[in-house]
């Protein structure tokens, strides 16, 4: 027989996984950009010009994900491509005006609800809940690394427990 506590986290995760995917839909059907889309395009805002590599990594998708998702992007003028060297392997992506316009009015990838809850969180409350989902990953998946320490975990939960304005961008 299976324990009830696994099969209580099942169903927790799965309600989870369905919310996600109800505010995934609702984006693609407002914003016409899905999800993985969005983050994406995020990352290559904060991070700058930025490898396809570099970017699989960041995000956690592979990269033949990430490759279509860029290339998606880049039809809608979000992203280009740019080589950094000589080496025509060596490839990066940067965001472009369009693509910094349309992060400054784009949602969040998580439920607007779920945002105003979460900073009205302690940064304590915060950090447990960073922490339980690192371990969830790290339980689910066959990745090796630990849970991040605190000192990592207060840099995240910071600014989700004390939201700042957001500075503009050059």
Known sequence: ??????????KRLRQI?????????????TYKITVPQLICLREIYEHGPIS????TK?????SSTVT?????LEKRNLVRRTRVSKDRRKIHVEI??????FIKNAPTPLQDTFVERLQQLS???????????????QLLTSESEGVPDHAELDQI???AAAPKAEEGRS
């Open 123 to 137: 940064e304590e409350e915060v950090r447990s809940i960073l922490w339980a989902i690192e371990r969830l990953v």
């Open 68 to 72: 279509g998702i860029v290339d998606r």
């Open 96 to 101: 472009t005006d369009e693509g910094v316009e």
């Open 58 to 62: 960041i995000v956690f998708l592979n």
């Open 157 to 159: 939960a910071a600014p």
């Open 17 to 29: 996984a369905r919310e996600l995917d109800i505010h995934s839909k609702h984006i693609q059907e």
């Open 52 to 55: 396809l590599g570099a970017l």
């Open 1 to 10: 027989m299976v324990d009830p506590t696994v099969v209580h986290i099942t």
